[in-house]
Nanobody, 122 residues
């Protein structure tokens, strides 16, 4: 089975920085797009950033210029560097990844991590 495990969340003051990591493990032949989403209390889960196999990135307007997504394919890990954090960034952050588990060219399944809490105090 495939698992995604996030780490790096915590409590930080406004203006501070955090770096989230998400490592994939298990039966993995290929990882396609990877991404970060977040869900604040009482709100729907929303896209934060995505990165594809060619390292092309996409960001929500609310985080452009402050957050940077990257990936290390050898470590099967995606990162989210978050700078200039604001109280409105407070949420549970989830990573996801499209992973082929049965063969290199097999169909991919979307997997999600369990989430990590990020709290930004004002």
């Amino acid at each position: 089975q495939v698992q995604l495990v996030e780490s790096g969340g915590g409590l930080v003051q406004a203006g501070g920085s955090l770096r989230l990591s998400c490592a994939a493990s298990g039966r993995i032949f290929r990882i396609n797009d990877m991404g970060w989403y977040r869900q604040a209390p009482g709100k729907e889960r929303e896209l934060v950033a995505t990165i594809n196999t060619g390292d092309s990135t996409n960001y929500a307007d609310s985080v452009k210029g402050r957050f940077t997504i990257s990936r290390d394919n050898a470590k099967k890990t995606v990162y989210l560097q978050m700078n200039s954090l604001k109280p409105e960034d407070t949420a549970v952050y989830y990573c996801n990844a499209e992973i082929s588990s049965y063969s290199y060219w097999g169909s991919a399944t979307l997997y999600w991590g369990q989430g990590t809490q990020v709290t930004v105090s004002s």
